[in-house]
């Protein structure tokens, strides 16, 4: 009994070990570019955000800067999620 759960446990640390090596961000070349154009996407949406409600509100670069603060905010806790 005792080498039937031996060799289970041997089987699914390979299986993780694989499904491990598979994800590694080293290995993934387009890792890089979507996490780019993810934080740059952060950003243009604070800054188109900020621009439309200070045309709307006529505060002129109220919403833009703290929206364009708040986007790139948002990159770095989205990179940050992603790479731990």
């Given amino acids: 009994m005792k080498k039937d759960f031996d060799k289970k446990l041997d089987e699914m640390s390979k299986k993780y070990k694989l499904h491990e090596e598979e994800n590694t ?5 387009a890792t890089g570019y979507v996490l780019g154009i993810s934080f740059v996407m952060h950003v243009i949406v604070g800054l188109f955000m900020g ?22 905010a948002s990159g770095f806790r989205h990179l940050w999620k992603v790479m731990k």
Avoid at 25 to 29: A, F, K, L, T, V
Avoid at 66 to 71: A, C, D, I, V, W
Wanted: glycine content about 8%.
């Fill in 25 to 29: 961000p080293q290995e993934n070349p």
């Fill in 51 to 72: 621009i439309g409600l200070d045309k709307y509100f006529d505060t002129a670069p109220l919403f833009l800067l703290l929206l364009l603060f708040l986007g790139f």
